[in-house]
């Protein structure tokens, strides 16, 4: 089973950028019909879905995010990484690395929607 593990620095200033890598096991970024997706639950709120990249390397951000937020991955590490900058305290949230297998799933209601997860990682933006 493909297992996921989320990094991160858990404390960042706001207007700085938030590096997150998701170390995968159990399983190659690159097999076919894998989606990488990065999640977050704000304090108090339901799961955004944030953006994937796929088993092609193809990427896709939600509109809201797309202007300050990258993913990539590196294959020779089996890892994927979220890039958000300009932070701000809205930001705060715990970041989950979840797994399709096949159909990306983008209104998650719970983490059960998707194949696999992490635990999070929790990041606050705080000065």
């Known amino acids: 089973q493909v297992q996921l593990q989320e990094s991160g620095p858990g404390l960042v200033k706001p207007s700085q950028t938030l590096f997150l890598t998701c170390t995968v096991s159990g399983g190659s970024i690159t097999a076919k019909s894998y989606y990488f997706n990065w999640i977050r639950q704000p304090p108090g709120k339901g799961l955004e879905w944030i953006g994937y990249?796929?088993?092609?390397?193809?990427?896709h951000i939600r509109p809201s995010f797309a202007s300050r937020t990258s993913i990539s991955r590196d294959t020779s590490k089996n890892q994927v990484t979220l890039q958000l900058s300009s932070v701000t305290a809205e930001d705060t949230a715990l970041y989950y690395c979840?797994?399709?297998?096949?159909?990306?799933?983008?209104?998650?209601?719970?983490?059960?929607?998707?194949?696999?997860w992490g635990q999070g990682t929790q990041v606050t933006v705080s000065s």
């Open positions: 979840a797994l399709t297998n096949g159909l990306v799933q983008v209104a998650p209601r719970t983490l059960h929607d998707y194949d696999s």
């Open positions: 990249i796929g088993y092609s390397g193809d990427t």
